[in-house]
């Protein structure tokens, strides 16, 4: 397959994320507004205004009902998105977890933002880090055009009838949500035969004959019934076994995207920067990665080995891969927008840290707590960060192994 | 909106296949699981049901069976209007794209009073506000009876339930019941109606006009629980019809917003002399039982009032008046 044809536009993130949606042959976007990813939902409005979109839109009066009309959409057979951040999510808690157990492929994206309080509307992290345990995919873009092309293939993920699990597409507040790039848009015309029409797998149905899994009144099932101690904790398992699934189907289809596209994103769950001989690392999510790559370019001339490890998905967390990019690092600074306060540092560090406990040899590991609230996060912060690495490696010390920065001490 | 005509025969309803069947694990003398059993002989062809949680979608859903003849879905409490708008958005997407089986395809949400007058009042006021179209059954037993009897924003004054016990000092609940029918009637929306399981016939005429509806429509449907009203389970009929017969839940719809009284409940408009007292009610539910003690009787008189005010309400808003 040849790389088809593109044109670059000037676009945010948002409208980037909207660009997708309109591409995909969504039928429903049930969603509420909610800075910093308002933008999303005004121009998918504008869309349906337009008639450029056949898709039905359902401005909610909540994000709690926002993500259950797309759920219930999603289970009638609809392609379905919502969009939302912060406090918006933290309203939806309840039924991330209903959408994932209920397996319907919905796709989310998120723009990012500090919780309250006290109100804050720019970026960390701490909106989607609470929500890693609900069973949602999580895949953190670096830039717009990666928001553009993993919106794409989340459809395609999601959907796949050996994953069926909802995924939120995050991309940072602002930083990403609100500035303008270029982005390479492929042709309508391409993206829908990516996407395809939805699949439904076959499941037993009323009458013992099996039917597709989706509210039809041909072939009537029940969905979110009362599951007690005899079957929930079955149901639970087989949840963990699509996201046991669901890596390698980011991979092939992030592959098969790559085709049609010429981009990619390291191997689709991580992205090594310079790590082959890198001595010291660091590891985060999310555009914070742009800069860094800058600063690794930038020790690099002056003969560090500097590298970078950036998590594309945090769920499914692709362990293996993490393990293996980080072999040889000796110092290793793991980056947190996020904390998990009265517990020992940031959510990317806890499982970094503990998948090293069975690792031969292991570097030496700290954690930076960084840019909370939209605090910035300049080449100079992370280069500080470097030069803290670079003394653990000669002194084989760390004085403190969670530590904050960016802050007024 | 234009009214059905369908007038169901008992042969007719007796001969329809049960779409909501038996097997499912409600009390006996359950209110609710006739409401259920009567609105969904009043379908009129494919349908997707989707319930808020409480005592329905427990009894019948139990996995792995289910009582469900007709798709059916549960997502959580507070949600089952916004569930219906996805449904409805979902069928009318796919209907435009060419990806649906069938012409038509109705939506019916069934919620009980918690789910409706409290934790799910929010998602229903934004549901019948963006006009979907959909049927919203709220079956009333006027607690959370699922959990154990608490109260809701539906249950009585003087009622006692396990979060507003009958004490020493307090007689059970101090609040009023939220005229729940009438804030759906202040939305707007062309189709609103009260029925009783007492009057199967009137019930399943409105269920039916609602399914017909283009838009929202919205029933409120008094349905008596033994566990939690504390009587006989042989009596959930009785009561339901006395609630009628006391005016303290007549029937009534709203066409377009125009009130009309129903013929179950006229009678009492027209014969004033026939309307039962409440203490009559009252006195058959253990709920009620501690207003009979003369500290409390004072609540019997005041519920009484109150009955009496919103059926003169009522009756203006009928464009009728008492004639006493």
Redesign the interface.
């Known amino acids: 397959m040849a790389v088809a044809q593109q044109k670059t536009l000037a676009m945010n993130g948002d409208e980037a994320v909207a660009l997708a949606v309109k591409q995909s042959d969504v039928?429903?976007v049930?969603a509420y507004p909610i800075t910093p990813q308002t933008i999303i939902v005004e121009r998918l409005s504008e869309y349906v205004a337009n008639g450029e979109v056949?898709?039905?839109f359902?401005?909610?009066?909540?994000e709690?009902?926002?993500l259950?009309?797309?759920?219930?959409?999603?289970?009638?057979?609809?392609r379905?998105f919502t969009a939302s951040a912060s406090a918006g999510l933290a309203l939806m808690h309840?039924?991330l977890y209903?959408t994932s157990g209920?397996r319907a492929p919905v796709v989310m994206a998120i723009a990012n933002r500090a919780l309250s309080a006290p109100i804050n509307i720019h970026c960390d992290h701490s909106d989607s880090m609470v929500e890693r345990d609900s069973c949602w995919i999580q895949i953190y873009a670096e830039n717009s055009q990666e928001t553009y092309d993993s919106m794409i293939q989340s459809f395609r993920i999601a959907e796949h009838l050996q994953v069926l699990l909802p995924v939120m597409v995050c991309l940072d507040a602002f930083v990403l949500s609100h500035t303008l790039e270029n982005v390479q848009i492929l042709a309508d015309e391409t993206v829908r035969k990516f996407v395809g029409?939805r699949q439904f797998p076959l499941v037993m149905g009323?009458e013992g004959k099996e039917v597709p899994f989706k509210?039809?009144?041909?072939?009537?099932?029940?969905?979110?019934?009362?599951?007690?101690h005899d079957?929930y904790f079955e149901h639970k398992r087989q949840q963990e076994e699509a996201m046991k699934i669901a890596p390698r189907i980011i991979k092939e289809i992030h592959e098969e995207f790559s085709r049609i596209s010429g981009r990619k994103y390291g191997n689709g769950l991580i992205e090594a920067y310079r790590l082959e001989d890198a001595d010291i690392a660091t590891v985060c999510v999310g555009s914070t990665a742009g800069t860094t790559k800058t600063v690794v370019d930038h020790l690099r001339t002056k003969g560090t080995k500097a590298g970078l490890l950036r998590l594309r998905t945090f769920r499914p967390l692709p362990l293996t891969e993490i393990m293996g990019a980080l072999e040889n690092v000796k110092a290793l600074a793991i980056m947190d927008r996020s904390n998990s306060f009265g517990g020992s540092g940031g959510p990317i560090y806890h499982e970094i840290r503990h998948s090293m406990y069975d690792a031969p040899t292991h570097p030496h590991i700290v954690n930076y707590i960084y840019g909370l609230g939209g605090r910035d996060m300049p080449p100079t912060t992370i280069l500080n960060i470097y030069k803290d690495l670079q003394e653990i490696l000669q002194t084989k010390k760390v004085k403190r192994d969670v530590q904050f920065a960016g802050v007024r001490q | 909106m234009t009214t059905t005509s369908w007038k169901p025969t008992a042969k007719e309803i007796v001969e329809k296949a049960e779409l909501f069947t038996s097997g499912h694990r409600a009390c006996a003398g359950c209110g609710p699981a006739i409401a259920l059993r009567q609105v969904m002989k009043a379908t009129r062809g494919p349908t997707i049901v989707t319930n808020a949680t409480g005592c329905m979608e427990v009894v019948s859903t139990i996995y792995p069976y289910t009582a469900w003849k007709v798709p059916w879905i549960h997502t959580a409490f507070e949600n089952v209007a916004a569930n219906a708008s996805g449904i409805e958005a979902a069928l009318k997407a796919m209907k435009r794209k060419g990806r649906l089986a069938h012409e038509n395809i109705d939506v019916i949400a069934f919620a009980g009073d918690g789910g409706t007058f409290d934790i799910g009042i929010q998602a229903l006021s934004g549901a019948v506000e963006r006009g979907h179209d959909f049927l919203y059954v709220l079956y009333d037993n006027e607690a959370y009876m699922n959990t154990g009897i608490q109260r809701s924003g539906s249950t009585p004054h003087g009622a006692s339930t396990t979060t507003s016990p009958a004490g020493r000092v307090i007689p059970g609940k101090l609040q009023y019941k939220k005229p729940i029918a009438d804030i759906m009637v202040a939305h707007e929306i062309p189709y609103v109606a009260t029925a009783s399981i007492a009057y199967w016939q009137d019930l399943l005429v409105k269920a039916r006009r609602g399914l017909e509806t283009e838009g929202p429509a919205f029933m409120h449907i008094f349905t008596p629980c033994p566990r939690g009203w504390r009587y006989d389970t042989s009596k959930t009929i009785e009561i339901a019809r006395l609630g009628v017969e006391t005016c303290i839940f007549p029937l009534w719809e709203t066409i377009d917003g125009e009130y009309n009284l129903s013929p179950q409940s006229k009678i009492f408009a027209l014969k004033p002399e026939r309307k039962k007292k409440i203490s009559g009610y009252l006195k058959m539910q253990r709920r009620f039982k501690h207003l009979f003690r003369p500290k409390f009787k004072h609540v019997i008189d005041e519920i009484q009032h109150r009955v009496d005010e919103r059926w003169n309400r009522l009756l203006k808003r009928c464009n009728m008046t008492q004639s006493d």
């Open positions: 039928d429903v049930a056949e898709t039905e359902v401005c909610t009066e909540s709690h009902s926002a259950t009309a797309c759920l219930a959409a999603s289970a009638t057979g609809a379905t309840e039924i209903v209920c029409v009323h509210l039809d009144p041909n072939n009537p099932i029940t969905m979110g019934p009362l599951d007690l079957y």
